[in-house]
C-alpha cells in the first residue's frame, strides 16, 4: 500500500478522534503539538504546517486560502494537568498549503516530470514547513540543477548539497555457514545480561534483532511493540517476507549468533515504490512483550516504561535509539513527511533528524530502532529508524543525519 493510500486510511479512522474543544490554544505541550501536527496531516488543505523554532516557540502555520478562525477551531486540544509546561504559539499565514507542498514535493520525485528529466532523482526532497517550501538535497549542485529547479517550481523549491542515505543495517557474510546458538539471559557471559544484546521475556523496545541467511547475519532493532501485543515492528528493509527473526546478537570474536529466543516471523513487509520502510513480525505464542523500552548505551540495564506514539514535527528535538549506537538525544527534526531514495528503492513517509552537535546519531544494525521524544507525560514514539549518511561499512560516514518513518505513517499501515 502506498502512503498516500495509507494516508487515507488514516484519515477516516482519526477523524472522529480528533474532535476539538473549546480551550484556548495560544500556548500547548509538546504533547499537544504532536497532536496537532497529525491534525494538520488528516486535514492539508487547511493548514501548512508546524514547526518548533530556536527559541522553543511553536508556530503554526495556516493557509492564506482558508478560514482562518475556522482553523484554528479545528485543532484538537489535549486534556493536561496544570503542572505540565506550555509553550507559546504564533499564528502565521503562508500561500502555500501543506496539500500544495505535498503534491510539489510528488512532482520532484517523479522521474519523468521537467525536473526528474533534467536533474534526475535527488538524494533526499522534503517539507520545511518552517519557509513554506520543499528542500531537494543533491549530492551535486549544477546550473542545470538549479535552473530546472527555478524555471519549474519558483522560489517552492531550495535546493542543497547534501550525502546520500544508506540502509542502516547490519550485514555481515561470512565464508561458512553461520551457528545459531541458543544460549538465556541468565546463563550467557558473552554479552552483559539484562540488556539490548541478550533480553528475555518480557522483550524490551530497542532490542537488537537478526536472522541467518546461511552464511550472512543480517542485524537491526526492534522499534515498537504494538498494543495487541502479538507484533513486533521494525524496517522493512531488514528482513524477508516469512523469514525467522531471532533476539540477539552476532558474536565478531567466535563468529557465531547467540540467541536468546526465536521472536517470529515476518507478517508484512512495507519496502520501497513509495511506501514506506516497515514491517510486523508475527510473535511466537510463547513469547512475551511489552511497551518497556532501553535507555542509555547498548550495554546500559536501564529502560522506562510506557512508550506512546505522536507526529513528529519540524524542530522537534529527539533521540535515536538503536542497538549500536545507543539512545542519543540532541538531534533536531529539520524536515518531514519526504520520499528518499534509501539504497536502491525509493521509500516515502519519512522525516529527517541532523545532530545538534555532529555526534553520531546513527550506525549500521540502528535500522529499525525506535526514534523518541521525551515531554512531560513520558516518551514517545516518533519513528522508525531506517537510514543514514553512514557510508558502505561499518564506522563509514558521520552518521549525523538519519532518516526515520514517522510514527503517523507506521501507525496507519500496521495498526499500532
Not at 113 to 124: C, H, I, K, R, Y
Not at 130 to 157: K, W
Request: proline residues 4%; contains cysteine.
Amino acid at each position: 500500500m502506498s502512503v498516500v493510500a495509507a494516508g487515507l486510511l488514516c484519515l477516516a479512522s482519526t477523524t472522529t478522534a480528533l474532535a476539538a474543544t473549546g480551550e484556548s490554544r495560544d500556548a500547548i505541550t509538546v504533547e499537544q503539538a504532536g497532536a496537532w501536527a497529525a491534525h494538520i496531516a488528516d486535514h492539508p488543505h487547511d493548514y501548512s504546517g508546524l514547526y518548533r523554532d530556536a527559541g522553543g516557540r511553536f508556530v503554526l502555520t495556516v493557509h492564506a486560502g482558508r478560514d482562518r478562525a475556522a482553523s484554528l477551531r479545528g485543532l484538537p486540544v489535549a486534556q493536561t494537568q496544570a503542572a505540565q509546561p506550555r509553550f507559546p504559539v504564533t499564528v502565521q499565514t503562508r500561500s502555500r498549503s501543506y496539500a500544495e507542498l505535498t503534491a510539489v514535493r510528488d512532482q520532484i520525485g517523479n522521474r519523468h516530470g521537467a525536473f526528474g528529466q533534467t536533474v534526475g532523482l535527488p538524494a533526499v526532497w522534503a517539507i520545511d514547513t518552517e519557509h513554506n517550501r520543499i528542500r531537494v538535497g543533491l549530492t551535486e549542485i549544477t546550473d542545470a540543477a538549479r535552473s530546472a529547479a527555478a524555471a519549474t517550481y519558483g522560489d517552492a523549491v531550495e535546493v542543497y548539497e547534501t550525502d546520500p542515505f544508506t540502509p542502516a543495517t547490519k550485514i555481515t557474510e561470512r565464508s561458512e555457514p553461520v551457528e545459531i546458538v541458543d544460549v538465556s539471559r541468565s546463563d550467557s557471559t558473552l554479552a552483559p545480561p539484562g540488556n539490548r544484546l541478550l533480553d528475555g521475556r518480557p522483550y524490551f523496545i530497542g532490542d537488537r534483532i537478526l536472522s541467518v541467511r546461511g552464511n550472512v547475519v543480517v542485524e537491526c532493532t526492534s522499534a515498537y511493540h504494538t498494543n495487541d501485543f502479538w507484533r513486533v515492528l521494525t524496517a522493512g528493509h531488514c528482513f524477508n517476507q516469512d523469514e525467522q527473526v531471532y533476539q540477539g546478537y552476532f558474536n565478531q570474536n567466535d563468529r557465531r549468533a547467540y540467541a536468546t529466543a526465536s521472536l517470529g516471523r515476518v507478517a508484512s513487509v512495507q519496502w520501497g515504490n513509495d511506501q514506506i520502510d516497515g514491517e510486523e513480525i508475527r510473535i511466537h505464542d510463547e513469547v512475551e512483550t511489552t511497551h518497556t523500552f532501553w535507555t542509555g548505551n547498548v550495554t546500559s540495564p536501564t529502560s522506562a516504561a510506557r512508550l506512546g506514539h505522536s507526529h513528529a514535527y519540524q524542530g522537534e528535538r529527539v533521540c535515536s535509539n538503536g542497538s549500536v549506537t545507543g539512545e542519543v538525544c540532541g538531534a533536531r527534526v529539520t524536515g518531514v513527511d519526504g520520499c528518499y531514495p534509501v539504497g536502491d528503492v525509493r521509500v516515502c513517509g519519512l522525516d529527517v533528524a541532523q545532530s545538534d552537535d555532529g555526534r553520531r546519531i546513527v550506525e549500521h544494525g540502528d535500522s529499525g530502532g525506535p526514534t523518541i521524544a521525551y515531554g512531560t507525560n513520558g516518551a514517545s514514539f516518533k519513528g522508525i529508524i531506517s537510514a543514514g549518511n553512514v557510508g558502505p561499512g561499518p564506522g563509514d560516514g558521520p552518521g549525523d543525519r538519519m532518516l526515520f518513518v514517522d510514527s503517523w505513517h507506521v501507525c496507519c499501515t500496521f495498526a499500532c
